[in-house]
């Protein structure tokens, strides 16, 4: 049994896919984000761009665009392909302004391998694939939350999650020496950090454009855009993959990579 074949017959027992696919005659699913729009929101300042007004604000779109940016003049982030992430968000449960904010979920596991073996089985990271361009991360934030933060705050978020996408961008997330692989031994330096990287990145001229909404909260962008949506998508699931299918699996991501 090919791979192709071993596909169908995991769609016919309505088992999870290994591969998700969307193309242009199928979107990728948009949803808007739930949240109190405070009737005393405060007034918004003319000369930030945020697009049309009285037309939906598309947060993944907004987003992509900007780390693209980020990604193409932070010299520690141009390993980074932002065609191959995907922007989403999560709705926030409660209106509470701590809690998660943002989070980068790997599509491959350590090493950059698609199949990883555990306790005799084999497994599989779900993969998705837009418009034949297969992603290598997913990027997700807790919306409305995020936007309740401060215009700083909300900058040291994104570069926060940049900078766990590993140097080699191969699915991988960035691993340091020692016990505390993804944040260091302190979590508030390596904060302190992003934010020295996000001022350099403002400071050298970046473009308000794609920025401006970041000085806007959740009240704010819906009065001006009457709603907000953004790519709604559940985290990639780990399916165990059968002995006579890992070779061929692996073939076929290497030559997709």
């Not at 701590?98 to 391998?113: D, K, S």
């Not at 994104?158 to 691993?175: A, S």
Request: with cysteine; hydrophobic share 40%; glycine share 8%.
């Amino acid at each position: 049994m090919d791979v192709l074949e071993f596909e169908r017959s995991r769609t016919m027992w309505n088992a999870p896919p290994f591969v998700v696919s969307w193309r242009n005659d199928q979107a990728l699913p948009l949803r808007e984000v739930r949240g109190t729009v405070r009737s005393y929101a405060k007034p918004i300042p003319p000369w930030v761009e945020t697009g049309t007004n009285d037309v939906a604000f598309d947060f993944s779109t907004a987003v992509r665009e900007l780390c693209a940016d980020i990604c193409r003049h932070t010299p520690e982030l141009n390993h980074i392909n932002s065609q191959q992430i995907l922007f989403g968000f999560t709705q926030a449960r409660n209106g509470r302004g701590h809690g998660l904010q943002a989070r980068v979920t790997p599509l491959r596991f350590a090493g950059g391998h698609l199949v990883r073996e555990s306790r005799g089985r084999l497994f599989q990271v779900q993969r998705f694939v837009v418009d034949d361009i297969e992603m290598m991360y997913l990027m997700t934030f807790c919306l409305p939350r995020f936007f309740n933060q401060d215009f700083d705050e909300k900058f040291v978020t994104i570069f926060h999650e940049l900078f766990h996408i590993g140097p080699n961008f191969d699915g991988d997330l960035r691993r340091h020496h020692g016990r505390y692989c993804l944040h260091t031994h302190s979590k508030a330096g390596y904060d302190a950090r992003m934010a020295h990287h996000a001022r350099a990145y403002l400071s050298a001229g970046a473009n308000p454009r794609l920025h401006g909404f970041l000085r806007l909260d959740y009240s704010q962008l819906c009065a001006r855009h009457g709603k907000v949506v953004g790519c709604a998508l559940p985290r990639a699931k780990i399916l165990p993959v059968p002995l006579d299918q890992a070779g061929s699996l692996e073939r076929v991501a290497s030559r997709r990579d």
